[in-house]
């Protein structure tokens, strides 16, 4: 089942609060109120869809950070996020709607952040594809980038966290390691392995999909796994050296 269904109008629509339900409420004409909590969106919104949700407008906000909105930006979030041409309408109405509104990017990272907090694997998968997104039209703008850092501050990453989702979108021989695992060169090897277990458990694609990352976007964490195994592959190594 496509995560794109319904998510203008039915549940979604009045069941959030924050200003995503705002956005979504002005679009069907209804009012959600602003005091809903997140546990009643919670409990009547598909975990994928609110993931969905959250990329189209940061998308959006991240697609005019540099006050302009590239051909090349709007054709990567449509194959980005798998949007497939019969929900390409009502995508383009939530799309259009965040990126006319006053309303700037901050209160909808925030919302996200209370949504997914405890989830921070979630949250750096979507830095993840906002630097897949702004990077489309060849380059990342220094507006772009840094709503993207301010975006994983209000998410609350730390910025060893930040720093190793941007070393390992880098090709595995221009790579880093010790950034992507978000250590040291002169850690001790048993820590590292230590780190690199986590990374690697928190970044497992089966372990996203049961956190509410959709299947549609799940290639970019199979990329980032793929930068942790071939970092500790680097640092084994270096240290035996």
């Known amino acids: 089942m496509s995560i794109w269904g319904s998510l203008i109008g039915g549940m979604i629509g009045f069941s959030l609060g924050g200003p995503f339900g705002m956005l979504l409420g002005s679009l069907i004409g209804g009012k959600v109120s602003r005091s809903r909590s997140r546990s009643s969106f919670k409990s009547f919104a598909q975990p994928q869809q609110v993931f969905a949700l959250a990329l189209i407008v940061l998308s959006a906000k991240l697609s005019k950070a540099d006050?302009?909105?590239?051909?090349?930006?709007?054709?990567?979030?449509?194959?980005?996020?798998?949007?497939?041409?019969?929900?390409?309408?009502q995508v383009g109405k939530i799309f259009n709607k965040?990126?006319?509104?006053s309303t700037g990017y901050e209160p909808y990272a925030k919302q996200i952040s209370q949504i997914y907090q405890g989830n921070i694997n979630v949250l750096e998968e979507v830095i993840n594809i906002l630097f897949y997104i702004a990077e489309a039209d060849g380059n990342i703008s220094d507006q772009e980038f840094r709503m993207i850092?301010?975006?994983?501050?209000?998410?609350?990453?730390?910025?060893?966290?930040?720093?190793?989702?941007?070393?390992?979108?880098?090709?595995?021989?221009?790579?880093?390691?010790?950034v992507v695992l978000e250590s040291k060169p002169d850690d001790n090897l048993t820590d590292i392995r230590k780190r690199y277990l986590k990374l690697s458990k928190e970044h497992h694609p089966d372990l996203l999909l049961s956190k509410g990352v959709p299947q549609e976007v799940i290639e970019e964490s199979k990329k980032k796994m793929r930068a942790?195994?071939?970092?500790?592959?680097?640092?084994q190594k270096l240290k035996s050296n």
């Not at 060893?160 to 070393?167: D, M, P």
């Not at 942790?228 to 640092?235: E, L, M, P, T, V």
Request: charged fraction near 30%; charge should be negative; proline fraction near 3%.
């Open 98 to 101: 965040a990126k006319e509104e």
């Open 149 to 178: 850092q301010h975006v994983s501050q209000l998410f609350g990453l730390s910025n060893a966290q930040f720093n190793g989702i941007v070393e390992g979108r880098k090709s595995s021989d221009k790579l880093n390691p010790y």
């Open 228 to 235: 942790i195994n071939s970092a500790w592959d680097q640092i």
């Open 67 to 89: 006050g302009q909105v590239s051909r090349e930006e709007l054709i990567a979030v449509k194959d980005k996020l798998k949007i497939p041409e019969h929900e390409l309408d």
